[in-house]
């Protein structure tokens, strides 16, 4: 299996890309609602934890069962989907608790938000590319869902802390 391998690529694709928007998608919006119900940088650093491991296996484990299901991919594609989304996921969502770890928490979240869009930025334009399509329709796309995201989980935290 090397990377001149064009399954190998698209295996790679899928799991770089899946995990990645997992990533950013899943600990912002977890991030953000975590910090509007407690308030807690503890709180949110063990929610960004379990994210990187629980959440990590669950989309990779996501992965392998729908690539099984397909009955499309050779073995080796299936694992190397399962094993390239475990770690971007893992990887990603991980650098979300550098800022937690350097920032006071509003300000780490604010940096978080920035992190997660410009990679959300890069991805959607590197998918632009890859289908001549203009990159600024993808970019507003995904970036429009992940504000989606984060303005209903804080939305569901507030809500949380009023019950």
């Known amino acids: 299996m090397t990377t001149d391998n064009p399954n190998f690529k698209d295996s ?3 799991g770089i890309s899946f995990g990645l928007t997992s990533a950013v998608i899943t600990t912002l919006g977890l991030m953000i609602g975590l910090n509007s119900s407690t308030g807690s ?3 949110v650093i063990g929610g960004i934890l379990t ?4 959440d990590a296996f669950s989309d990779a484990l996501g ?3 729908a690539e099984e299901s397909e009955n499309r991919h050779t073995e080796k594609e299936i694992w190397a989907s399962t094993i390239f989304t475990f770690l971007a996921k893992f990887i990603f969502a991980l650098t979300f608790l550098i800022p937690v770890a350097i920032f006071s928490l509003s300000l ?3 940096v978080s938000v920035i992190w997660g869009f410009l990679l959300l930025t890069i991805l959607s334009c590197r998918i632009a590319k890859n289908q001549n399509e203009k990159w600024y329709k993808i970019v507003f796309e995904h970036l429009f869902i992940a504000t989606v995201v984060i ?3 804080n939305a569901a ?3 949380i802390t009023r019950l």
Do not use: F, M
Request: glycine letters at 4%; aromatic letters at 4%.
């Open 12 to 14: 790679l694709n899928q």
């Open 41 to 43: 940088r503890s709180v």
């Open 51 to 54: 994210i990187a491991i629980a």
């Open 63 to 65: 992965i392998h069962i």
């Open 108 to 110: 780490a979240l604010i």
């Open 157 to 159: 935290g507030k809500w």
């Open 151 to 153: 303005v209903t989980s």
